[in-house]
């Protein structure tokens, strides 16, 4: 699973948000990603939240793993789960490629736009 704990996100008409995570397996971190997408449209606000990536197959670690940014809507099928759903995760209710749970919400963003986001590998300072 990739998870980044704290995105911020905002904006006035034109918007952007940033976040860094890291890539667990096994109960390791083996790998450090960054997050960051741009929007317009008719949207105000300032959020913070976080969201963690759950790869359900090989194919998908693979795009992740191969790709020199992976845009999220050009990869693998990502089901968007809310919390209801969230907890009643079980292996024939998971059948797509990549779930992302969103968490932690805190602040307000509201609108309607188009979005565009990216996810790199990073090494992050020493």
Same mark, same amino acid.
Request: hydrophobic content about 45%.
């Given at each position: 699973m990739l998870v980044f704990p704290s995105i911020t996100k905002g904006g006035f008409i034109v918007g952007g948000q940033y976040g860094v995570g890291a890539l667990r397996k096994g109960g390791k971190t083996v790998g450090y990603?960054?997050?960051?997408?741009?929007?317009?449209?008719?949207?105000?606000?300032?959020?913070?939240?976080? $969201? &963690?990536?759950? *790869?359900?197959?090989?194919?998908?670690?693979?795009?992740?793993?191969?790709?020199?940014?992976?845009?999220l809507g050009t990869g693998p099928n990502i089901v968007i789960v809310d919390a209801g759903f969230a907890k009643s995760f079980t292996t024939t209710t998971l059948k797509d490629d990549? $779930? &992302?749970?969103? *968490?932690?919400q805190k602040g307000l963003m509201a609108g309607i736009g188009l979005q565009g986001s990216k996810i790199s590998r990073i090494t992050p300072d020493k």
């Open positions: 990603f960054n997050t960051v997408a741009g929007s317009w449209g008719l949207q105000a606000g300032i959020q913070k939240y976080g $969201y &963690a990536l759950f *790869f359900m197959n090989k194919k998908a670690m693979t795009t992740l793993k191969n790709s020199k940014g992976w845009e990549v $779930y &992302a749970v969103i *968490f932690d």
